[in-house]
């Protein structure tokens, strides 16, 4: 046999180094087939396997404060990459340890509904002839630290069932696939429209009181206004769903979530048409805004308080822009949210909230969170003459953290940005890394406001407070009449 020199064997060795690269870099983390049967379509079959042996296969046991995910597992076996049968034990459901290493896998899921309505838009579920197929809680869980993962998973339907949203031949091939939401069944139906250079995906289950062109002009129109605030695209392709409650709801129900690059709503009807349409319009302007944070910035951690809270914020003064709501509307539910952070007794910073917010403290942190960046949207303009809002921090900070640069934790991220801004002090140590009580009268009177049956405006005003006013978008109706 021959040998190879020094310099031959350091070439060879780079070689196989590379080789060994793109051969994994071409390959799944996770190949899997998602298989619904018209007999029973509520409990699905899984089957796939993994690309090295393993001793362990979890599932997510809870998500969005809806517990008791593990138990839905059932029928489950593994085996070897010689196709033999591994014995296992589970101590809690949804954990499983094997007797030996194993590749392959199979288990049934039951899908049937929750009780909780509320469950819809955040859980996978099947009724009848319709459900919504989220791979986060569908998919053995692979990695770590909530990094995206890739795929390769193929959905096979029942004949006459169909899948939505941008797939091939019913095979999801994805780089990140616990973001993937899939709707199945029948009467679906699905359109594309584009805004600048991103196709957005639409897809439809039942009937509305509004009608489909109407939804795909509100997604144009929100993602356009949004691409103008973060001076950037979420990305090319963007996938938004609808679709009913599979429980019994009254009307104006609703639940949403955005994953990646899918936004999800799960919704009732208003009682009349008009109404209808202007909570579709609430609903597109929040979960649409998630897109960009925090679905497209590399952070973890719980910093919900900053991507809830301004959320919000930044969805009621698109609505005031947009003539969808009056000024006097947003005073309102800033009032509100004011009124449900005073009634708090076991009072919290923003920060300790939001590591709470699946445990009751969801409410709170929606509420403080979008008064904070009322807030800081008043401090800013006012120390800046109007040359600077919380719309400039909201692009500073996706810019900055914007996919793919180093993942770090977000409260950190958001944080050196609003502490470059030395007028938001006070904020940021009352309110955000403190529980204190909102003492916003001082920064309401910049803003030439008071508190009189809720917040109104002043009844005289000077030259910089009617600027800042009109930079809240006071006078935006006057302006969109002419």
């Keep these: 046999m021959s040998t190879l020199s020094r310099p031959s064997y350091l070439i060879f060795a780079v070689a196989v180094q590379i080789l060994h690269f793109f051969t994994n870099a071409a390959a ?51 085996r070897n990459a010689s196709d033999e049968g591994v014995g296992f034990q589970s101590a809690v459901p949804g954990e499983y340890v094997s007797d030996a290493g194993f590749t392959k896998w199979n288990y049934s899921v039951d899908l049937s509904p929750r009780k909780e309505a509320s469950s819809a838009a955040h859980v996978s579920w099947i009724s009848n002839d319709v459900g919504l197929l989220m791979l986060g809680d569908l998919l053995p869980i692979v990695g770590q630290n909530g990094q995206p993962i890739s795929g390769k998973i193929t959905v096979n339907l029942p004949v006459g069932w169909h899948y939505l949203g941008s797939r091939i031949d019913g095979v999801i091939d994805t780089k990140d696939a616990y973001a993937e939401v ?26 509305w009181l509004f009608t489909d062109e109407e939804f795909e002009d509100m997604c144009r129109e929100i993602y356009s206004s949004l691409r103008q605030t973060f001076a950037a695209d979420a990305h090319n392709d963007v996938v938004v769903n609808i679709l009913k409650f599979p429980q019994q709801v009254g009307t104006g129900q609703w639940q949403a979530e955005t994953r990646g690059r899918n936004v999800t709503l799960i919704s009732s009807d208003m009682p009349f048409r008009t109404q209808s349409l202007q909570r579709l319009h609430e609903q597109l302007r929040h979960e649409m805004f998630h897109l960009w944070i925090p679905h497209g910035v590399n952070l973890s951690g719980n910093y919900d308080w900053f991507y809830e809270g301004f959320a919000l914020y930044a969805s009621l003064k698109m609505a005031v822009a947009m003539n969808r709501i009056r000024f006097e509307d947003l005073l309102d539910t800033l009032s509100r949210a004011q009124a449900i952070d005073a009634h708090q007794t076991n009072r919290l910073s923003l920060i300790d909230a939001s590591g709470k917010r699946w445990n009751g403290a969801d409410t709170y942190v929606y509420a403080r969170g979008m008064v904070t960046a009322f807030l800081c949207d008043v401090l800013l303009l006012h120390n800046s003459k109007g040359k600077r809002s919380v719309n400039d921090i909201l692009r500073e900070f996706y810019e900055k953290h914007r996919l793919p640069n180093s993942r770090m934790d977000g409260n950190t991220a958001v944080l050196s940005i609003l502490q470059s801004n030395k007028e938001l002090g006070p904020v940021i140590d009352n309110y955000i890394k403190a529980s204190g009580r909102f003492a916003w009268e001082p920064a309401l009177s910049l803003a030439g406001l008071e508190i009189k049956n809720g917040l109104s405006v002043m009844p005289k005003l000077n030259g910089r407070q009617k600027d800042l006013l009109d930079a809240l978008g006071y006078n935006n109706w006057r302006k969109l009449s002419k």
């Design 28 to 78: 799944q983390d996770i190949e899997a087939k998602i298989e619904i049967r018209a007999e029973n379509p509520s409990i699905v079959s899984v089957s796939g396997r993994f690309l090295d042996s393993r001793r362990n296969l979890s599932f997510p046991r809870s998500y969005a404060g809806f517990s008791g995910l593990g138990e839905r597992i059932g029928n489950l076996s593994v």
């Design 182 to 207: 899939v709707p199945v069944g029948k009467g679906l139906r699905a359109r594309t429209v584009r805004s600048g250079d991103t196709a957005i995906r639409i897809g439809f289950a039942d009937k």
